[in-house]
């Protein structure tokens, strides 16, 4: 069975994002609207490349969102050619460009294997499955069928089926 794929473009913010007041130099998990979804149990969407997909196969009734109003910062760093020790750094945000660079970016992988549609600025939470106590630990057991069925740890077409089967508890198939 294909797992489909589920945005939830349909699917309103969260109520925790009404009036949630300042968030200048704040980053996600520091908004009071984060804070507070995770005080009622949520988590965190896993921010890296490689599970950009997961909010668009995460059930409906276990995922929210938040407008993402997050600030990023970017470091620069610059290395001795010969030695690699660093010889200077320098932390300043990551403006506008730079995160539609990084959205860019996302959708382009995304678009590799075959998912499209993403809504952007957005800050995903999750809810683990029944059966596990976090979304780190469905994550976990993801790595451990990929391996045990020989399905590379990257994100390829396998990799998100087997996400999907796992996070909705089904059966690989026969």
Not at 59 to 73: F, G, H, I, S
């Amino acid at each position: 069975m294909t797992i489909a794929y589920d945005w939830g473009v349909d699917q309103p913010p969260d109520p925790a994002a009404e009036d949630a007041g300042e968030a200048a130099g704040l980053g996600p998990e520091q908004l009071p609207e984060v804070r507070e979804l995770i005080a009622r149990g949520w988590q965190l969407a896993p921010d890296a490349p490689l599970y950009a997909f997961l909010p668009a196969v995460w059930p409906r009734e276990l995922r929210t969102w938040v407008p993402d109003r997050a600030t990023r910062y970017d470091t620069w760093y610059e290395q001795d050619p010969k030695t690699y020790a660093v010889l200077r750094t320098e932390t300043r945000e990551a403006g506008p460009a730079m995160m539609a660079e990084i959205d860019d970016d996302h959708d382009w992988t995304l678009a590799r294997v075959g998912i499209s549609g993403r809504p952007r600025g957005r800050l995903w939470l999750l809810k683990p499955p029944p059966g596990y106590d976090s979304v780190d630990a469905v994550l976990d057991q993801v790595w451990r069928r990929a391996q045990q069925q020989g399905i590379e740890l990257t994100l390829s077409e396998p990799f998100v089926q087997l996400t999907g089967r796992t996070v909705r508890s089904e059966a690989p198939p026969p």
